[in-house]
């Protein structure tokens, strides 16, 4: 990350860790770990054998790398632990996500620790759905890459991007519907248009074809905090005009932590969730039994952590990390105290 980029992120979580550490909490408070020792002696307790991590907002913020995010996994990774990367974007499949990782983080990187929400899809059509043979696709090559690669064949996706946009009566009575399409699979798409709802409620009026969401995310957070309309927002337009619901596989569905365990051999007792969204990544932990450590490098600022834990002084569902770190940079158990306040002033 250029200095002034790493400068800045750090400015933001330094406010957010100052605005939740000198907060009288009434209720409950949250476990917070703000050095590299604390962080190491709190996972040496707990044996994480597994570390699962968002991406985007914990390993990078939009394409900048996060300070000391590659020490810390090269060092998680020297002491045996396994680090699988779990994102609710469905645009690259699992090697071309492996590529842009590895490149980010400039190192090394397997295919198999990259778990991307179209990989999930794919593999919940092929668990669930193995009759599926040709799906209708809302989103990015992700996808179709990723249901290819389980031998269905696609329609949609990339290949509608830039087609007009608008459909209209005549379109919509006259669209020839292919009756060997079984499932609408939806992921994000920023090409995403009027005939493209049109043609994939056609399909989805047939309650025989399956409706999967590769994720539900509302939104995304931009360097200057702006909210970036996300998948949630293509797929509740379809629920709205299809009239039921979508099958979320992305987090925070049981779905992707029985996937985890049963796929990918993680063991949910011995492995922390790293995100920095409470209603994905802290609420996969929460309903899938795997502890979770809340970054504030991403979407969740100090105040909205305080206002987390209000809720939950007030007996109101509140969905609370395990333990709050800054960010990723102090996961390194070998990090000298002056290699970490030389981090801390970039």
Known sequence: MATTAATTLLASINRNLAAISSHSFPGPAPTICSTSSSVASH????DYQSFLFDCDGVVYRVSDKIPGATESIQWLQSQGKRCLFVTNSSGRDRESMRVKLSKVLGMELETDQMVPSCFTAASFIK???PNVKKALVIGDAGVVSELEKIGVECIGGPADHGKPAAWNEADIENYEIDPDVGAVVVGMCTNFTYG???KANLYLLNPDVVFVSTNQ???DVLRNGRPQPAAGVMVR?????AERPAINVGKPSKYLGEML?????VDPAKAVFVGDRLDTDIEFGVNNGVDTALVLSGCSTGEVVKDLYAKASRGEEATLPTVIIPHLGLFNGGLSSDEEERM???
């Open 261 to 265: 365990k049963e796929k990918l051999g």
């Open 196 to 198: 493209m709802v049109a």
């Open 344 to 346: 801390s002033k970039l």
């Open 127 to 129: 668990d669930n759905h």
């Open 217 to 219: 995310d509302p939104y």
């Open 43 to 46: 996972f040496a307790s707990k």
């Open 237 to 241: 337009a379809l629920e709205a005009v």
